[in-house]
Protein backbone atom coordinates (compact mmCIF):
# COMPACT_ATOMS: atom_id res chain seq x y z
CA UNK A 1 0.00 0.00 0.00
CA UNK A 2 1.61 3.61 -0.70
CA UNK A 3 1.12 6.02 1.08
CA UNK A 4 -1.58 8.78 -0.82
CA UNK A 5 1.08 11.45 -1.52
CA UNK A 6 3.00 9.25 -3.79
CA UNK A 7 2.86 11.23 -6.51
CA UNK A 8 2.75 8.21 -9.16
CA UNK A 9 -0.37 6.97 -7.37
CA UNK A 10 -2.09 10.59 -7.34
CA UNK A 11 -0.72 11.35 -10.87
CA UNK A 12 -2.58 8.07 -11.86
CA UNK A 13 -5.82 8.73 -10.04
CA UNK A 14 -5.81 12.46 -11.06
CA UNK A 15 -5.12 11.01 -15.34
CA UNK A 16 -8.23 8.10 -14.51
CA UNK A 17 -10.60 10.60 -13.55
CA UNK A 18 -11.09 13.01 -16.79
CA UNK A 19 -12.15 10.94 -19.05
CA UNK A 20 -15.68 10.04 -17.10
CA UNK A 21 -15.65 13.49 -16.16
CA UNK A 22 -16.27 14.61 -19.82
CA UNK A 23 -18.77 11.52 -20.47
CA UNK A 24 -20.79 11.83 -17.08
CA UNK A 25 -21.71 16.05 -17.93
CA UNK A 26 -22.60 14.60 -21.46
CA UNK A 27 -24.95 11.90 -20.23
CA UNK A 28 -26.56 14.10 -17.59
CA UNK A 29 -27.08 17.09 -19.59
CA UNK A 30 -28.46 15.19 -23.10
CA UNK A 31 -30.58 13.29 -19.98
CA UNK A 32 -31.71 16.10 -18.98
CA UNK A 33 -32.31 17.88 -22.28
CA UNK A 34 -34.29 14.32 -23.30
CA UNK A 35 -36.32 14.59 -20.46
CA UNK A 36 -37.48 18.56 -21.12
CA UNK A 37 -38.32 17.27 -24.23
CA UNK A 38 -40.65 14.05 -23.73
CA UNK A 39 -42.24 15.12 -20.24
CA UNK A 40 -42.54 18.73 -19.90
CA UNK A 41 -42.52 20.74 -23.13
CA UNK A 42 -42.58 18.91 -26.34
CA UNK A 43 -40.07 20.68 -27.58
CA UNK A 44 -39.23 18.61 -30.59
CA UNK A 45 -35.17 17.34 -30.77
CA UNK A 46 -34.17 21.14 -29.20
CA UNK A 47 -34.46 20.25 -25.59
CA UNK A 48 -32.08 17.45 -26.41
CA UNK A 49 -29.83 19.66 -28.29
CA UNK A 50 -29.12 22.00 -25.75
CA UNK A 51 -29.09 20.09 -23.43
CA UNK A 52 -25.95 18.21 -25.44
CA UNK A 53 -24.31 20.98 -25.60
CA UNK A 54 -24.81 22.04 -21.89
CA UNK A 55 -23.32 18.57 -21.29
CA UNK A 56 -20.55 19.32 -23.39
CA UNK A 57 -19.70 22.57 -22.02
CA UNK A 58 -20.16 21.44 -18.15
CA UNK A 59 -17.74 18.65 -19.07
CA UNK A 60 -14.76 20.47 -20.12
CA UNK A 61 -15.13 22.48 -17.57
CA UNK A 62 -14.99 20.22 -15.01
CA UNK A 63 -12.21 18.47 -16.41
CA UNK A 64 -10.74 21.56 -16.48
CA UNK A 65 -11.57 22.26 -12.68
CA UNK A 66 -10.26 18.69 -12.16
CA UNK A 67 -6.80 19.32 -13.91
CA UNK A 68 -6.59 22.53 -12.02
CA UNK A 69 -5.81 20.52 -8.67
CA UNK A 70 -2.96 18.26 -9.98
CA UNK A 71 0.14 18.90 -8.07
CA UNK A 72 2.38 21.11 -9.00
CA UNK A 73 5.53 19.55 -9.86
CA UNK B 1 -17.57 -22.59 -27.33
CA UNK B 2 -20.55 -19.65 -27.91
CA UNK B 3 -20.49 -17.92 -24.26
CA UNK B 4 -21.52 -14.44 -23.88
CA UNK B 5 -18.45 -12.74 -22.08
CA UNK B 6 -21.71 -10.66 -19.96
CA UNK B 7 -23.13 -13.92 -18.82
CA UNK B 8 -21.35 -13.75 -15.68
CA UNK B 9 -23.02 -10.28 -14.26
CA UNK B 10 -26.65 -11.92 -14.57
CA UNK B 11 -27.45 -12.42 -11.11
CA UNK B 12 -29.82 -15.90 -10.23
CA UNK B 13 -31.87 -15.76 -6.98
CA UNK B 14 -31.07 -18.60 -4.89
CA UNK B 15 -33.58 -17.74 -2.26
CA UNK B 16 -36.41 -15.76 -3.41
CA UNK B 17 -37.70 -13.29 -0.76
CA UNK B 18 -40.69 -11.01 -1.46
CA UNK B 19 -41.34 -7.70 0.85
CA UNK B 20 -44.62 -6.25 -0.07
CA UNK B 21 -43.46 -5.91 -3.86
CA UNK B 22 -39.85 -5.45 -2.75
CA UNK B 23 -37.93 -8.04 -4.18
CA UNK B 24 -35.45 -8.62 -1.96
CA UNK B 25 -34.21 -11.83 -2.93
CA UNK B 26 -30.39 -13.66 -1.61
CA UNK B 27 -28.32 -13.82 -4.87
CA UNK B 28 -24.71 -14.29 -5.14
CA UNK B 29 -23.86 -10.40 -5.12
CA UNK B 30 -25.95 -10.19 -1.73
CA UNK B 31 -24.04 -13.00 -0.55
CA UNK B 32 -20.83 -11.38 -1.29
CA UNK B 33 -21.16 -8.38 0.11
CA UNK B 34 -22.18 -10.43 3.56
CA UNK B 35 -18.14 -11.80 3.13
CA UNK B 36 -16.78 -8.49 2.40
CA UNK B 37 -18.34 -7.13 5.17
CA UNK B 38 -17.54 -10.01 7.63
CA UNK B 39 -13.69 -10.23 6.33
CA UNK B 40 -13.36 -6.40 6.71
CA UNK B 41 -15.19 -6.49 10.31
CA UNK B 42 -13.33 -9.34 11.50
CA UNK B 43 -9.74 -8.15 9.84
CA UNK B 44 -10.15 -4.74 11.73
CA UNK B 45 -11.82 -5.97 14.79
CA UNK B 46 -8.74 -8.71 15.12
CA UNK B 47 -6.23 -6.39 14.43
CA UNK B 48 -7.10 -3.51 17.39
CA UNK B 49 -8.01 -6.44 19.92
CA UNK B 50 -4.65 -7.03 20.84
CA UNK B 51 -3.10 -3.46 20.72
CA UNK B 52 0.62 -3.44 21.01
CA UNK B 53 3.49 -0.97 20.54
CA UNK B 54 5.06 -3.26 18.43
CA UNK B 55 2.76 -4.02 15.99
CA UNK B 56 2.06 -7.81 14.65
CA UNK B 57 1.00 -8.85 11.01
CA UNK B 58 -2.61 -7.75 11.04
CA UNK B 59 -2.31 -4.89 13.19
CA UNK B 60 0.46 -3.56 10.75
CA UNK B 61 -1.62 -4.13 7.72
CA UNK B 62 -4.83 -2.39 9.67
CA UNK B 63 -2.54 0.22 10.75
CA UNK B 64 -1.08 1.06 7.39
CA UNK B 65 -4.78 0.99 6.06
CA UNK B 66 -5.96 3.60 8.48
CA UNK B 67 -3.12 5.53 8.04
CA UNK B 68 -3.40 5.36 4.27
CA UNK B 69 -7.05 6.59 4.67
CA UNK B 70 -6.05 9.20 7.09
CA UNK B 71 -3.67 10.77 4.24
CA UNK B 72 -6.31 11.21 1.62
CA UNK B 73 -8.46 13.09 3.71
CA UNK B 74 -5.51 15.20 5.55
CA UNK B 75 -4.80 16.02 1.89
CA UNK B 76 -8.03 17.04 1.00
CA UNK B 77 -10.43 18.41 3.21
CA UNK B 78 -7.48 19.09 6.11
CA UNK B 79 -8.55 18.67 10.01
CA UNK B 80 -12.00 19.10 9.38
CA UNK B 81 -12.33 16.09 7.92
CA UNK B 82 -11.70 14.20 10.13
CA UNK B 83 -14.83 13.57 11.31
CA UNK B 84 -16.18 12.06 8.48
CA UNK B 85 -13.13 9.22 8.62
CA UNK B 86 -15.74 6.45 9.92
CA UNK B 87 -17.77 7.23 6.78
CA UNK B 88 -14.59 7.41 4.25
CA UNK B 89 -13.41 4.65 6.09
CA UNK B 90 -16.12 2.14 5.50
CA UNK B 91 -16.74 3.50 1.84
CA UNK B 92 -13.11 2.78 0.80
CA UNK B 93 -12.20 -0.38 3.03
CA UNK B 94 -15.79 -2.25 0.93
CA UNK B 95 -14.85 -1.51 -2.74
CA UNK B 96 -11.16 -2.28 -2.09
CA UNK B 97 -12.51 -5.63 -0.81
CA UNK B 98 -14.82 -6.13 -3.31
CA UNK B 99 -13.15 -4.58 -6.08
CA UNK B 100 -10.40 -7.28 -4.83
CA UNK B 101 -12.56 -10.21 -4.13
CA UNK B 102 -14.02 -9.97 -7.18
CA UNK B 103 -11.06 -11.24 -8.89
CA UNK B 104 -10.94 -14.70 -7.33
CA UNK B 105 -12.53 -17.05 -9.92
CA UNK B 106 -16.10 -18.05 -8.99
CA UNK B 107 -16.86 -14.98 -6.82
CA UNK B 108 -18.99 -12.14 -7.83
CA UNK B 109 -17.50 -8.81 -7.90
CA UNK B 110 -20.17 -6.44 -6.35
CA UNK B 111 -19.40 -3.19 -8.03
CA UNK B 112 -19.91 -4.29 -11.49
CA UNK B 113 -23.44 -4.04 -10.33
CA UNK B 114 -24.55 0.20 -11.36
CA UNK B 115 -26.95 0.06 -8.09
CA UNK B 116 -24.52 -0.33 -5.66
CA UNK B 117 -21.87 2.31 -7.32
CA UNK B 118 -24.99 4.45 -7.53
CA UNK B 119 -26.19 3.97 -4.25
CA UNK B 120 -22.75 5.16 -2.99
CA UNK B 121 -22.44 8.02 -5.29
CA UNK B 122 -25.71 9.54 -4.54
CA UNK B 123 -25.17 9.38 -0.85
CA UNK B 124 -21.56 10.72 -0.40
CA UNK B 125 -23.31 13.50 -3.10
CA UNK B 126 -26.83 14.20 -0.96
CA UNK B 127 -24.50 14.22 1.86
CA UNK B 128 -22.39 16.76 0.56
CA UNK B 129 -25.45 18.70 -0.37
CA UNK B 130 -26.76 18.57 3.12
CA UNK B 131 -24.00 19.20 5.13
CA UNK B 132 -23.61 22.84 1.98
CA UNK B 133 -26.54 23.85 3.73
CA UNK B 134 -26.28 23.34 7.14
CA UNK B 135 -22.92 24.99 7.57
CA UNK B 136 -23.45 27.86 5.08
CA UNK B 137 -27.14 27.90 5.11
CA UNK B 138 -29.67 28.80 1.91
CA UNK B 139 -27.19 31.07 0.22
CA UNK B 140 -24.50 27.68 -0.57
CA UNK B 141 -27.41 26.99 -3.69
CA UNK B 142 -26.46 29.88 -5.52
CA UNK B 143 -22.52 29.40 -4.28
CA UNK B 144 -22.71 26.52 -5.93
CA UNK B 145 -24.13 27.33 -9.13
CA UNK B 146 -22.75 30.54 -9.67
CA UNK B 147 -18.66 30.65 -9.66
CA UNK B 148 -17.39 33.43 -8.03
CA UNK B 149 -16.41 36.47 -10.38
CA UNK B 150 -19.31 35.69 -12.52
CA UNK B 151 -20.33 39.03 -14.19
CA UNK B 152 -24.09 39.31 -13.98
CA UNK B 153 -24.59 39.41 -17.53
CA UNK B 154 -23.05 35.52 -17.70
CA UNK B 155 -25.49 34.33 -14.83
CA UNK B 156 -28.33 32.68 -17.03
CA UNK B 157 -25.85 30.58 -19.37
CA UNK B 158 -23.36 29.67 -16.04
CA UNK B 159 -26.54 28.19 -13.65
CA UNK B 160 -27.68 25.60 -16.20
CA UNK B 161 -24.15 24.93 -16.79
CA UNK B 162 -23.11 24.71 -13.30
CA UNK B 163 -26.19 22.75 -12.94
CA UNK B 164 -25.55 20.13 -14.99
CA UNK B 165 -21.82 20.16 -13.42
CA UNK B 166 -23.13 19.64 -10.08
CA UNK B 167 -25.82 16.53 -11.10
CA UNK B 168 -22.80 14.79 -13.41
CA UNK B 169 -20.50 14.44 -9.94
CA UNK B 170 -22.75 12.03 -8.61
CA UNK B 171 -22.96 10.57 -12.56
CA UNK B 172 -19.67 10.24 -13.06
CA UNK B 173 -18.73 8.84 -9.62
CA UNK B 174 -21.14 5.57 -10.37
CA UNK B 175 -20.68 5.33 -14.03
CA UNK B 176 -16.28 5.12 -13.32
CA UNK B 177 -16.21 2.45 -10.91
CA UNK B 178 -18.82 0.31 -12.77
CA UNK B 179 -17.65 0.63 -16.31
CA UNK B 180 -14.30 0.02 -14.98
CA UNK B 181 -15.07 -3.59 -12.93
CA UNK B 182 -17.19 -4.51 -15.37
CA UNK B 183 -14.97 -3.49 -18.49
CA UNK B 184 -11.78 -5.43 -16.77
CA UNK B 185 -13.88 -8.61 -16.05
CA UNK B 186 -15.54 -8.72 -19.63
CA UNK B 187 -12.21 -8.61 -20.96
CA UNK B 188 -10.71 -11.18 -18.78
CA UNK B 189 -13.84 -13.61 -19.80
CA UNK B 190 -13.20 -12.45 -23.29
CA UNK B 191 -9.53 -13.90 -22.94
CA UNK B 192 -10.53 -16.96 -21.11
CA UNK B 193 -13.05 -17.76 -23.61
CA UNK B 194 -10.47 -17.36 -26.53
CA UNK B 195 -8.21 -19.33 -24.18
CA UNK B 196 -10.63 -22.23 -24.45
CA UNK B 197 -11.83 -22.16 -27.88
CA UNK B 198 -7.92 -21.81 -28.86
CA UNK B 199 -6.86 -24.76 -27.83
CA UNK B 200 -3.53 -25.95 -26.98
CA UNK B 201 -2.14 -24.69 -30.51
CA UNK B 202 -2.79 -21.30 -29.82
CA UNK B 203 -4.64 -21.28 -26.58
CA UNK B 204 -1.51 -20.06 -24.26
CA UNK B 205 -1.64 -16.85 -25.84
CA UNK B 206 -4.78 -15.28 -24.54
CA UNK B 207 -4.19 -16.89 -21.51
CA UNK B 208 -0.75 -15.37 -21.45
CA UNK B 209 -2.44 -12.46 -22.12
CA UNK B 210 -5.25 -12.93 -18.90
CA UNK B 211 -2.80 -14.01 -16.80
CA UNK B 212 -1.40 -10.01 -17.22
CA UNK B 213 -4.69 -8.62 -17.17
CA UNK B 214 -5.63 -10.10 -13.65
CA UNK B 215 -2.43 -7.97 -12.87
CA UNK B 216 -3.72 -5.14 -14.00
CA UNK B 217 -7.09 -5.38 -12.76
CA UNK B 218 -5.38 -5.83 -9.43
CA UNK B 219 -3.86 -2.19 -10.27
CA UNK B 220 -7.21 -1.02 -11.13
CA UNK B 221 -9.01 -2.64 -7.95
CA UNK B 222 -7.32 -0.54 -5.84
CA UNK B 223 -6.79 2.51 -8.15
CA UNK B 224 -10.42 2.88 -8.82
CA UNK B 225 -11.42 2.04 -4.68
CA UNK B 226 -8.38 5.15 -4.17
CA UNK B 227 -10.20 7.40 -6.57
CA UNK B 228 -13.92 6.92 -5.24
CA UNK B 229 -12.64 7.75 -1.95
CA UNK B 230 -10.42 10.86 -2.76
CA UNK B 231 -13.50 12.25 -4.93
CA UNK B 232 -15.68 11.99 -1.93
CA UNK B 233 -13.53 13.64 0.42
CA UNK B 234 -13.41 16.52 -2.28
CA UNK B 235 -16.78 16.95 -2.76
CA UNK B 236 -17.20 16.85 0.88
CA UNK B 237 -14.53 19.56 1.09
CA UNK B 238 -16.21 21.77 -1.10
CA UNK B 239 -18.68 21.88 1.05
CA UNK B 240 -16.89 22.62 3.58
CA UNK B 241 -14.99 25.52 2.07
CA UNK B 242 -17.28 26.96 -0.23
CA UNK B 243 -15.26 28.63 -2.71
CA UNK B 244 -11.49 28.53 -2.77
CA UNK B 245 -11.26 24.91 -2.42
CA UNK B 246 -9.67 25.02 -5.55
CA UNK B 247 -6.31 26.44 -4.45
CA UNK B 248 -6.24 24.80 -0.86
CA UNK B 249 -6.24 21.14 -2.13
CA UNK B 250 -2.50 21.38 -3.05
Known amino acids: ?73 | MEENPLHPFELQNYIPISLGGLDISINKAVIMMWVVVTLVTLLMVMASSARKLVPGKLQSLAEILVDFIRGIIMDTMGKDGMRFFPLIATLFLFILFCNLLGLVPGTYTVTSQIVVTAVFAITVYGLSLVLGLVLHGIKFLPGILIPPGTPWWLVPLMVPIEFVSQVARPVSLAVRLFANMTAGHTILGVLFGLTISGGLLIGWLPFAFSVAMNGLELGIAFIQAYIFTVLTCVYLGDAFHLHGSEDHAH
Open chain 1, 1 to 73: MPPSQDPFYAGLGQAVRIGTELLAALIVGGGVGWAIDNYLLESGPWGMVGGLILGAIAGVRNAYRSAQQWPKS
